[in-house]
């Protein structure tokens, strides 16, 4: 009678589900995101099963990314109770726009002193598509072109280390609601002061472009201040 041909066994690792691909880097760059338009609000709990199963990433990955963002400023992680959104007291947000005012400041200076004609252009366009929104009140189109244009002036700078700190100082303050924050007059008290740092800018006048840059945002720290009764930050 003939032998039976054994059956080959599989190896074990094998039948293993093979690792996402999703990284504790993607996993920091949704959290910063739903932070920054106001889907995770502060003191909201970060359940670790819930961002595995939206992500797709592995809990020590987002184990990882929790440990980031605390270093960012933007969770906090206690013994006992797990992750949360930080929230921040009036003081940390006002050391939040001392830095920004410096470091923007600088960006805008030395975006005015670099001879990139194309990044100019784009920024005035941006500026013209700003225009075209005074006295409309349409804070959520004023949002979009309203953070190209911050994001347009730190990439004309030039300066890698400026564009990774300050995208670490805004993601806290982005949770106000543009809603609440972009009336129809503060949209155009802020266009007035990016027509400024625009000309200064595309003109190439370097002190005009930084000091107006940080006149610009502590003006809006000025509005916060006058809204936080409202948003209770």
């Known amino acids: 009678m003939p032998r039976k041909a054994a059956t080959a066994s599989v190896p074990e690792t094998t039948l293993e589900k093979p690792e996402t691909s999703v990284t504790t880097h993607d996993v920091m760059a949704l959290l910063r995101e739903k932070i920054r338009i106001g889907r995770l609000v502060p003191g909201q709990r970060l359940v670790e099963a819930d961002i595995v199963k939206e992500t797709g990433a592995?809990?020590?990955?987002?184990?990882?990314?929790?440990?980031?963002?605390?270093?960012?400023?933007?969770?906090s992680i206690e013994e006992f109770r797990g992750a949360s959104v930080?929230?921040?007291?009036?003081?940390?947000?006002?050391?939040?726009?001392?830095?920004r005012m410096a470091l923007e400041g600088m960006a805008a200076g030395e975006f005015a002193r670099s001879e990139n004609s194309k990044l100019?252009?784009?920024?005035?366009?941006?500026?013209t598509g700003m225009n075209g929104l005074e006295k409309t009140g349409d804070h959520g189109r004023f949002a979009?072109?309203?953070?190209?244009?911050?994001?347009?002036?730190?990439e004309g700078s030039g300066n890698y280390y400026a564009t990774q700190f300050l995208r670490q100082l805004s993601v806290p303050v982005y949770r106000l609601l543009f809603?609440?924050?972009?009336?129809?007059?503060?949209?155009?008290?802020?266009?007035a002061d990016h027509k400024v740092i625009t000309r200064a800018i595309v003109d190439g006048r370097v002190d005009d472009a930084e000091r107006a840059m940080r006149n610009h945002i502590l003006d809006g720290f000025a509005a916060l201040i006058e809204i936080n009764a409202k948003l209770h930050i």
């Open 58 to 75: 592995s809990r020590g990955k987002v184990r990882e990314a929790l440990r980031r963002l605390e270093t960012e400023g933007l969770v």
């Open 120 to 127: 100019k252009k784009q920024l005035q366009k941006l500026q």
């Open 86 to 99: 930080r929230q921040l007291s009036m003081d940390e947000v006002h050391q939040i726009y001392k830095a």
């Open 144 to 154: 979009l072109l309203n953070d190209a244009w911050h994001a347009l002036i730190i």
């Open 179 to 191: 809603s609440t924050f972009y009336n129809a007059q503060r949209i155009d008290r802020a266009n």
